[in-house]
């Protein structure tokens, strides 16, 4: 009952905000992620998108001046992770706060030589466990498969990672496992192959990630998932195994 009452009010809404077809394919049209979607499945996320739309809040971070388009784009983006979970999967998350560039946290810092500084380096993105998800549009718009030091990049299906992963003990790298799925065997593959990818960067050779994956668990889980769809090809060819259990974990096959 309260779906069906939820779905007729997001219906109304939806028709309210009077967003076309043409207005949502001319949004993602730069994102090449999105012809991957045809025919009934494209539909399904543009749907989706709609809905994302009515239940969060986007709000200007600094000043910045975003538009309908905007939204629209991002929005679809954090839709593609979840077209086959579901966007309940996200009701934990009620504002996006967007910012033109990269962002400083007002808090004390820790740099790699141990000196605390007062702010933050300048961030792309940030998820926090009880409170939004803050993005910087020139990040948004510098997505791809090759946008970062060479590496694939998404700092909106990254952070959009990062909420799924908090939705089990927190951001660790081990999101909420579908009944068919194996946490044992999740935690034993993500590790061999953050090993593995350590034991690369400490010989300096090349890897299929870009390397702030090795920071922790929880980038490692948030990297591989941007990378699964933005160059699913590098994922499944260098981490196959990997690749089969992000396919497990977000029903999709992106190769």
């Keep these: 009952m309260f779906k069906r ?13 009077g967003f076309t077809e043409s207005e949502w394919e001319s949004a993602v049209a730069d994102w090449p992620v999105v012809a991957r979607y045809k025919g009934a499945e494209r539909d399904a996320l543009r749907d989706m998108t709609l809905r994302f739309l009515v239940r969060k809040n986007f709000a200007s971070g600094g000043g910045f001046q975003f538009n309908d388009a905007m939204c629209l784009k991002i929005a679809t983006m954090a839709c593609v992770p979840v077209l086959h979970l579901g966007l309940d999967w996200y009701d934990h998350i009620y504002s996006i706060i967007l910012y033109e560039g990269d962002f400083v946290p007002n808090r004390p810092y820790r740099s790699d030589d141990g000196v605390v500084h007062t702010h933050s380096p300048g961030l792309s993105g940030e998820a926090w466990l009880q409170g939004p998800l803050i993005l910087s549009w020139q990040s948004v718009c510098h997505t791809g498969p090759h946008s970062r030091h060479g590496k694939a990049a998404n700092v909106v299906i990254h952070e959009f990672a990062h909420k799924l992963d908090m939705l089990r003990d927190g951001a660790n790298g081990a999101p909420p496992m579908h009944p068919d799925m194996k946490p044992g065997e999740w935690h034993d593959i993500f590790s061999a192959a953050w090993e593995r990818l350590q034991s690369d960067s400490v010989h300096h050779r090349p890897l299929p990630l870009d390397g702030y994956s090795l920071t922790s668990p929880a980038e490692f889980f948030a990297v591989c998932s941007e990378t699964f769809f933005e160059d699913p090809e590098t994922t499944k060819e260098h981490m196959p195994e990997v690749y089969r259990l992000l396919c497990q974990f977000y029903r999709q096959t992106p190769c």
């Design 5 to 17: 009452l939820r779905t007729w009010f997001e219906n109304r809404r939806i028709k309210k905000m």
